[in-house]
């Protein structure tokens, strides 16, 4: 991370900045408030993962100042991970399954997508599953549910962007046990309070804006009021919580 020192305007490293704190103001009470928020990095679940919409490299660099704990540089600017996904065109699952095999022998780290960017392609829960299930077995990191940039019509999510909860919960009844190997493209703030007040804090999220990515972390730690109801009962004395039942 980079930090902009207040008294000459140049850039320096924290580590070395007696006037940085790497402390949030609000840090002590994170942990009260949402108690199973996943703090260890690198995470395994409660990931983000934030869609690059081609910001120029000053717009990056104060993102990175701003909220460096969640885009630490990566690896020197050296790519260390393919993703492998048939959205856009047919691919055979054995051809599928070569690609994936290909890219984890040439040591690079693997997620793969499941899923069709287009509406009028449904596939059906049973074969998603199916697809995962292989994807995990043969070794990918994460698996992605495609939900595109708009969020709307496409996989667990209705025409209007709305949640399609039952299709979510028969995948999620299928995939026991791997739920924090599935990351859901959410890129509306509406579907990420959604999926964090059904599935809690460490729910892995995708195709979030780099401008909403505070907000999301915020909702993650019950700090907006759109989540703020399901934590705050643990603020509450044990006498008030007892006395309302």
């Known amino acids: ?47 983000t993962m934030i ?29 260390t991970t393919i993703e492998v996904s048939d959205g856009t065109i047919t691919m055979s699952r054995q051809v599928r399954a070569d690609a994936i095999k290909r890219a984890l022998d040439a040591g690079f780290k693997v997620i ?7 509406p009028a392609i449904e596939i059906p829960v049973a074969q998603l599953c199916e697809q995962i299930g292989e994807d995990l077995a043969l070794g990918v990191d994460k698996v992605i549910m495609e939900a595109r ?12 962007g709305g949640l399609r909860k039952e299709k979510l919960a ?7 046990g791997h739920e924090d190997d599935i990351m ?23 195709n979030v804006k780099p401008r909403d990515v505070l907000g999301l972390e915020a909702l993650r ?4 009021y759109e989540t703020f109801r399901q934590f705050s009962p643990r603020l509450e004395p044990a006498e008030s919580a007892n006395e309302r039942e």
């Not at 008294?7 to 009470?29: E, F």
């Not at 793969?112 to 287009?118: A, I």
């Not at 019509?153 to 209007?160: H, N």
């Open 51 to 79: 869609l690059d919409r081609c910001q120029g490299l000053v717009a990056t660099e104060d993102l990175l100042e701003m909220v460096g704990n969640y885009l630490t540089r990566a690896k020197v600017l050296g790519f």
């Open 112 to 118: 793969s997508e499941v899923g069709k960017k287009d």
């Open 1 to 47: 991370m980079i930090h902009r020192s207040a008294n000459n305007g140049h850039r320096a490293d924290p580590k070395h900045d007696p006037g940085h704190t790497q402390d949030m103001a609000w840090g002590d009470l994170l942990s009260d408030l949402a108690r199973d928020r996943e703090q260890t990095k690198p995470r395994q679940r409660g990931v």
């Open 221 to 224: 730690c019950g700090l907006r």
């Open 184 to 206: 859901w493209e959410a890129p509306r703030q509406g579907q990420q309070a959604q999926l964090i007040l059904q599935y809690g804090p460490n729910v892995n999220l995708g």
């Open 170 to 176: 028969a995948m999620l009844d299928q995939l026991r």
């Open 149 to 160: 940039e708009s969020g709307a019509g496409i996989g667990i999510y209705d025409a209007s």
